[in-house]
């Protein structure tokens, strides 16, 4: 593999915006799937209650490769910026209970994709996030889920092949964020009590009030937030 450069923090949403725009978590802005909102005074979740799109910088927005291509295609993403999104109910139900299954429906449907469409840019994933985080990243689940990605993903070749031609396309894989697996790992809140903080409870439906907080980024590292004492 050449040219691979990581992208800090290790989650999915520094590490998708990092490929959409080129730039760094820190000037995409998207520095972790949590994040303290200071205005509100509560814990803003990317999956629940806030917007990537919205929190991207503009700096990000400005040279991401959606726009860029003007015509793209997107299956699965997180932070939505393509010029048409597919869903596919089917495949989102696999997920929940039979990721193997979702990774054959999920190349069908995008394959479908090139025929019917042609698209420009067509930018999909298949996220084994879950089993990894429930099993580990040595798992049988994970080994499974990899071996069955490289079984489905020659049909996806093959469709890319009839509707462009050999040689006439270029496919880039990303993976997403690492993993690994502790034992033990700093429970940040309980420190920011012992040291006489309110954190905010890292809950999404919070209501206390709270003048600090800490998230948990991948249990590795945590971002910490503190009000100033007199700007708050
Ligand atoms: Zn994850």
Do not use: W
């Not at 992208?7 to 760094?24: K, R, W």
């Not at 978590?25 to 917007?51: I, P």
Request: with cysteine; charged share 25%; hydrophobic share 40%.
């Amino acid at each position: 593999m050449d040219n691979v450069i990581t992208c800090f923090p290790t989650v999915t949403e520094a590490a998708e915006g990092g490929i959409i725009s080129g730039l760094f978590a820190g000037e995409t802005n998207m520095v972790g799937e949590r994040y303290f909102s200071r205005k509100l005074g509560k814990v803003m979740h990317y999956k629940l209650n806030a917007s990537p799109e919205m929190d991207l910088s503009p700096k990000a927005k400005e040279r991401i490769i959606d726009t860029i291509v003007g015509d793209s295609i997107s299956m699965g993403r997180l932070i939505k910026t393509s010029h048409e999104e597919v869903y596919d109910l089917l495949a989102k139900s696999y997920g929940k209970v039979d990721s193997l299954k979702m990774i054959s429906r999920i190349i069908e449907t995008i394959s479908k994709v090139v025929y019917s469409k042609r698209p420009r840019l067509l930018f999909f994933t298949i996220s084994s996030d879950t089993i990894s985080h429930m099993y580990g990243r040595n798992s049988d689940e994970v080994q499974a889920f990899i071996k069955e990605v490289g079984r489905n993903f020659p049909r996806l070749i093959n469709s890319l092949d009839d509707v462009f031609g050999k040689g006439q396309y270029l496919v880039f894989l990303f993976s997403d964020h690492g993993i690994t697996n502790v034992r033990n790992h700093l429970d940040l809140p309980s420190l920011l009590l012992d040291y006489g903080f309110k954190p905010a409870s890292t809950d999404v439906i919070a209501s206390e009030e709270s003048n600090a907080a800490a998230l948990s980024n991948g249990r590795r590292m945590g971002l910490l937030y503190f009000a100033h004492p007199e700007r708050g």
